[in-house]
């Protein structure tokens, strides 16, 4: 009798043993984190797996918009979300968020002051900065050898069929309205209606919309020019030094992505000490420096390579910052800017 129940305990620890050994059956403790794709340098999260036990189910998404319908599908469930600004916003105005504990986050006092408590979370108590950068022009030079200081240059016809859109309502509608003198956060449908034609004028002169893939093409040098985010700006001049990034006078976007807590979190004691994490000045300056979009994390600025410091589209000026705006949020008024950005990707010159 012995011998048989000591039988079934054997098979019963190696049962438990080779389940626990099938992907995705781990006693360890897991954190879901929601974000854009290829935003964080694998060893940053390895170094955290094995630091603290917890493995990290990174999920990818290609817009806020995708990350908002992500986070409002039934039984979702993720620990940390690094939605952009005005996405924070809006997350907050519906509740959605859950309030962080910064005392479980001591290295909160990296983050300059000046990228804390900003309109998208005016009390401070939802987000954490992750990265910020702007929006501009990525041009190169041997292709266009004139001053790249405004908008304008994108609808210039000279560079038919050489201009690269990138495929985002916000800011390509946003640059537009910037073009002609507007607010980017705009809810007079007369000036959006404004836009859209300077967008469907500029059509027949634009090789493509797209997002990531347009990294290669400008690298590549098959475009002359590409609306596009710093840090894409940063990777692709380091690719090729023929390329160069401006801001143009008339303004444009200032953007934050941000750590944030969902209400539905499962795991937020893991998600505070992943946020922590990525406070600390070392894990901060290799992960910045891949990604290529800039750190409010003032301590890893001392210690950034100079490379990047001496980059404009990494490193703005205050002059550049100061005309530029961050992205609210537009309620139910955004689907005006939906109508509009469809009517102007279904327009066939």
């Known amino acids: 009798m012995k011998r048989q129940l000591i039988a079934v305990l054997i098979v019963l620890i190696l049962a438990v043993g080779a389940a626990s050994a099938l992907p995705g059956c781990s006693s360890r403790p897991t954190l879901k984190l929601l974000n854009w794709g290829d935003y964080i340098e694998q060893s940053v999260i390895d170094r955290f797996e094995d630091e603290y036990g917890i493995d990290v189910n990174y999920i990818p998404v290609t817009s806020n918009e995708e990350m908002y319908v992500s986070l409002t599908t039934e039984g979702a469930d993720y620990d940390l979300v690094i939605p952009s600004d005005y996405l924070v916003e809006r997350l907050i105005k519906e509740g959605m968020l859950r309030k962080i504990n910064f005392s479980n986050i001591p290295n909160i006092k990296n983050i300059d002051q000046k990228f804390l408590n900003k309109e998208y979370d005016p009390t401070g108590e ?76 500029q059509k027949p002169l634009v090789k493509s919309y797209g997002t990531d893939e347009l990294r290669d093409s400008m690298i590549g040098g098959s475009g002359a020019m590409w609306l596009t985010y710093s840090g894409d700006a940063v990777y692709c001049m380091q690719q090729n ?46 992960n910045t420096e891949y990604i290529g979009y800039s750190t409010p994390n003032a301590e890893a600025m001392k210690i950034i390579d100079p490379e990047y410091l001496a980059n404009n589209a990494f490193n703005p000026g205050d002059e550049v910052i100061a005309r530029c705006e961050v992205f609210g949020d537009l309620g139910e008024f955004t689907q005006v800017y939906s109508d509009a950005w469809q009517e102007v990707k279904l327009y066939n010159p």
């Open 126 to 201: 939802y987000s954490v900065p992750y990265t910020w950068g702007t929006v501009g022009i990525l041009y190169n030079k041997t292709m266009v050898t004139e001053p790249v200081t405004s908008w304008n240059i994108m609808w210039d016809e000279k560079y038919a069929g050489e201009i690269y859109m990138y495929n985002s309502m916000r800011d390509s509608i946003g640059a537009t309205l910037k073009k002609l003198g507007y607010s980017l956060n705009t809810r007079d449908e007369s000036q959006i209606r404004e836009a859209v034609e300077e967008l469907k004028r």
């Open 241 to 286: 030094e023929d390329l160069a990034f401006s801001v143009p006078e008339e303004g444009s976007n200032l953007f934050f992505d941000c750590m944030v807590i969902p209400k539905s979190a499962k795991n937020p004691e893991a998600a505070e000490k992943f946020i922590n994490y990525l406070l600390q000045p070392d894990v901060a300056k290799i």
